[in-house]
């Protein structure tokens, strides 16, 4: 299968041309479709650039060749536009949804996401997806008109539905939010433009959850075994990585374990790619879609692992989980890190005028919501550098992190 030859448009596909438009209607571009547009202002957005500078699972000071959260996204984004590409989907939207899905991850990856969730956990928590929501529509501020990037429906509704619906049509929680709720920001947004949470996302969004597990597996394996973490032996027991490994020592042997691990790596997406445009289209001939609407209203997504790549899936994940993330040497960094995000956000509890005024202004002294998700948003802003430099403004002692 020539996995990156071009398909003609699906009858399926999202149609910039016939997008539900933005919240504030604007001027069409001379030179760009809608979600080309989207995804140039993603780009060029201050969130975008911060990402350069947050952690993925290695802090930076452990070394410029681990990822960061802008390099996983610019792997999930490639991905996600050849899946589109062989599908018949629209690529500037896949690559739009993917360029967007981790804007609201705050620093040090999801050690700073547990903190925050907890130090939020009286004024309805921290959710990275709903952060993104808010990163997107109403914290970026760029433009004369508008808070926010006024993004398409599409992408908006791709960027908060990508791994799914969130609730039932009568508008119950589902899923990983049937026990927390729906988060507040996901629901005031909802009351200015229904983003149908109950019906799944365009097949572009789809494709880019997809990319983003693909990107999340291929390249969390290559940074455990720079780390040395794990050993290609180690990894080669999950039955997927040994059957590539021995492909690959089979066609070229006596590489070096660089050479060796990039063939594993490169294999291991090329063989997730396939798989999944082979499950999609046969989950695409049962359901017979004539037009986008009808992804949105199936019962089931459409962009999918075969089951047998979803088990293979799971066991890398399996594998992962004890020794990468929760690897003694990770542990103790990340609970370090934690603690930096919890003594800022009590730091600006206590004294909320040490943030800079803009973060301050138009909060009322009584109100303790407003004030803890005005300070939530600027700590999740950060970088893991600037969290640091903070930190050490107002601490004695900040962690090094290694």
């Known amino acids: 299968m020539a996995i990156d030859s071009a398909c003609e448009r699906a009858a399926f596909a999202a ?33 975008f650039r911060r990402l350069a500078h947050k952690t993925q699972v290695f802090v930076f000071h452990e ?14 984004a490639q991905i996600a536009r050849s899946l589109a590409r062989a599908l018949g989907l629209d690529e500037d939207l896949a690559e739009a949804l ?50 926010g990037l006024n993004l398409t429906w599409e992408t908006l509704e791709g960027l ?27 629901l005031a947004y909802q009351q200015k433009q229904d983003l ?5 996302a365009s097949a572009e969004a789809q494709a880019a959850a997809l990319a983003d597990d693909i990107a999340y597996d291929a390249h969390d394996i290559d940074d455990g075994l720079r780390a040395e973490l794990f050993s290609l ?29 990039h063939e594993l790596v490169r294999g291991l997406i090329t063989r997730m790619i396939i798989d999944t445009i082979a499950e999609t289209r046969q989950r695409l001939r049962t359901l017979a879609p004539r037009n986008a609407e009808a992804i949105r209203d199936a019962v089931g997504p459409v ?4 089951a047998t790549m979803a088990q293979a899936d799971t066991d890398i994940k399996g594998f992962l989980y004890p020794r990468m993330y929760r690897h003694p040497r990770v542990n103790r960094i990340m609970a370090d890190a934690e603690s930096i995000v919890r003594d800022l956000f009590a730091h600006y509890v206590k004294s909320p005028t040490d943030m800079p005024a803009e973060w301050g202004e138009g909060i009322a002294d009584n109100d303790e919501h407003a004030r803890a998700r005005r300070i939530a948003d600027y700590i999740a802003g950060m970088t893991d550098r600037y969290a640091m430099i ?13």
Request: proline share 7%; net charge negative; charged share 30%.
């Open 196 to 200: 149908e949470l109950w019906s799944f």
């Open 63 to 76: 070394g410029d060749h681990f990822r960061t959260r802008l390099t996983h996204t610019l792997e999930v």
């Open 390 to 402: 903070e930190h050490s403004r107002f601490f004695a002692s900040t962690p090094e992190l290694v």
């Open 15 to 47: 149609d910039p041309g016939h997008s539900r438009g933005r919240l504030y209607p604007e001027p069409a571009s001379p030179t760009r479709n809608d979600f080309r547009r989207d995804c140039d202002r993603i780009i060029h957005s201050t969130a």
């Open 98 to 147: 993917a360029l967007a899905h981790d804007l609201g991850h705050p620093p040090f990856g999801h050690a700073g996401e547990r903190a925050l969730d907890d130090c939020l956990a009286a004024h309805g928590g921290f959710d990275h997806n709903a952060q993104a929501l808010r990163v997107v529509t109403e914290l970026e501020r760029r433009y004369a008109r508008f808070d």
């Open 160 to 186: 908060v539905k990508h791994n799914g619906p969130l609730t039932d049509r009568d508008g119950h929680p589902i899923g990983r939010y049937r026990d927390r709720g729906v988060p507040a920001a996901i």
């Open 233 to 261: 032996d180690d990894i080669g027991e999950v039955p997927l990585i040994g059957e590539l490994l021995r492909e690959t020592d089979a066609s070229q042997s006596n590489l070096d374990p660089a050479r060796r691990t």
């Open 303 to 306: 962009v999918a692992f075969s």
